[in-house]
């Protein structure tokens, strides 16, 4: 039962984010300055796009009429007779999906028939003898089946002969210029009806008072239905007189961007063109447009054909858009998904205060270096805003010398000879917390009863300044002392070197000496106060237990002190001198000290 009670009272939980409040005005600017950017940016796509609707795409159907009669121009391939007229029936063709076709040049064979003949002179089709004609062979750019014969086509060609209908198609350009040339004043008619199911609404580009005799103009008459082709592709930047010569592949785009919504109604199409087609002739194969279709008849019961290859101008109508209208839940969705971009501000501006608060610009600051006068203040906001924290790890050690304003961090592995030696990573030192120090009484410092250099000497951030203080009597300092009050370490040689450590880095007077140490470190009455803030309801351990208690207590109280916090005071390595100091305060009985003990 008190599982699930625990399991419940998990379940209605609340978590929020803590927020650091920077009163700046330089900071207050960029933010509001960039919000105005995000804002404007969303209320700019919210209406320009119609963000606020659900789209459906368009479902539309074509159908095109064209209308024109041309004359064929002189020059014309073929038996054609210059001067023929031709009508729609003549030189338009129905193709399947949204297309339709204009003839604009012709070449004609006429009165071909099934029987043998001489293939048409070409690279592929000439011969000196029969050897380089094989019977039955099937050549895919030839005009029959090859009987095998080498036969002449006129006095100065042979060809291999085949079976097909005869006479073969000659191999001609087309004509220069195009023989319906005229076909650039026809005219086609679009209807498109669209739709869109989802919201239950059809129309079509053919508006009620339409006027039949209109034609399409880009600015003077942009919803008329009724194309010239010429003007098709001069809009699409194309020559109409270059194009019908060998044919093209023309595109009518027909875009609409319907907006259903009752106060703003709008559904009409717009209209654009491109050519489709590769037009450079140097790097088509192909060059144009063309096919060949025939024409048959009987003549004395012998069936004739007529076969024309034909040049001309296809048009595709591409019909596509979208349909919208409001939908609430596409405009919470998109507010939703764009609240994420007022975030950015709050990321450039933490960028700006940890580029400006790196590790080089806090020593420069701590050095008091004039060049860096500016990032005391990102300092500042760094140290409010992020916390330092390193992964735990048994071989990470911290180190406070009384000479250096901040922290080293020594990893284990890399540690040479002594602790006191190791250069370490500067760390930040974190902001202590006096409130509950301050409340307890100071016996053994009365600093208003002090003379004057004594009061210099407690101010704690200044360093102690002088000459180290004279060797113990027990026997001389280590080499790696400065301070002239440490001893050497009696443990074995794999954790010797972690109490290899003094309390400065250069030589100078021993931070034992400083009547602060004294009262912070060293003061009975207030160890046994935080003890008993502690515990207040423990009961009196007895004599030796509560010597070793105290002695633990001003471990910590001297980590507190100088490492400013329990994250890095479980990892610190305190001094030798320091030790020995709080040792002969509190001993032990027996003299038999375990050293330092990681928490991991």
Known sequence: MPACSSCWNE????????????????YGTIKWFLHMIVLFYISFALLSDKLYQRKEPVISSVNAKVKGIAEVAGGAGGSAAAGSIFDTADYTFGLQGNSFFVMT????????????CPEYPTRRTVCSSDRGCKKGWTDP????????????????????????????????????????????????????NIGFPGYNYTTRNILPDLNVSCTFHKTQNPQCPIFRLGDILREAGENFSEVAIQGGIMGIEIYWDCNLDQWSHHCRPKYSFRRLDDKTTTESLIPGYNFRFAKYYRENNVEYRTLIKVFGIRFDILVFGTGGKFDIIQLVVYIGSTLSYFGLATVFIDFLIKTYSNSLCQTCVYSSCKCC??????????????????????????????????IRMVDQKLLGKSLQD???????????????????????????????????????????????????????????????????????????PLEE????????????????????????????????????????????????????????????????????????????????????????????????????
């Open 141 to 192: 750019l030839g005009k029959g089946i090859q009987t095998g014969k080498c036969i002449s086509f006129n006095a100065t060609h042979k060809t291999c002969e085949v079976r097909g209908w005869c006479p073969a198609e000659a191999v001609e350009e087309a004509p220069r210029p195009a023989l319906l040339r005229s076909a650039e004043n026809f005219t086609v008619l679009i209807k498109n």
């Open 373 to 406: 006068k500016p990032c005391m203040v990102n300092e500042y906001y760094y140290r409010k805003k992020f916390e330092f924290i390193v992964e735990p790890s048994p071989t990470l050690k911290y180190v406070s010398f009384v000479d250096e304003p901040y």
């Open 11 to 26: 379940v209605f939980q609340y978590e929020t984010n803590k927020v650091t409040q920077i009163q700046s005005t330089n």
């Open 501 to 600: 450590l003094c309390c400065r880095r250069a030589p100078g007077p021993c931070i034992t000496s400083s009547p602060l140490f004294a009262a912070l470190v060293l003061c009975p009455r207030r160890l046994q106060m935080l003890l008993l803030l502690r515990e207040p309801l423990g009961a009196a351990p007895p004599a030796a237990a509560a010597s070793r208690r105290l002695r633990h207590c001003a471990y910590r109280c001297y980590a507190a002190w100088r490492f400013g916090g329990a994250d890095l005071a479980d990892f610190a390595i305190l001094p030798s001198c320091c030790r020995w100091r709080i040792r002969r305060e509190f001993p032990r009985a027996d003299g038999r000290y375990r050293g330092f003990q990681s928490p991991c």
């Open 422 to 496: 190791a250069k370490g990573r500067p760390v930040p030192r974190p902001e202590s917390d006096f409130t509950a120090l301050s409340a307890l009484p100071l016996p053994d410092l009365d600093v208003d009863s002090q003379p004057e250099p004594a009061k210099a000497e407690a101010e704690e951030l200044q360093p102690l300044r002088g000459a180290p203080a004279p060797e113990p009597a027990d026997g001389p300092s280590p080499g790696w002392c400065r301070c002239g009050r440490c001893r050497p370490s009696a443990l074995p040689e794999p954790r010797r």
């Open 105 to 116: 040049n012709f070449l004609k064979t006429e009165g071909q028939q099934q029987k043998l």
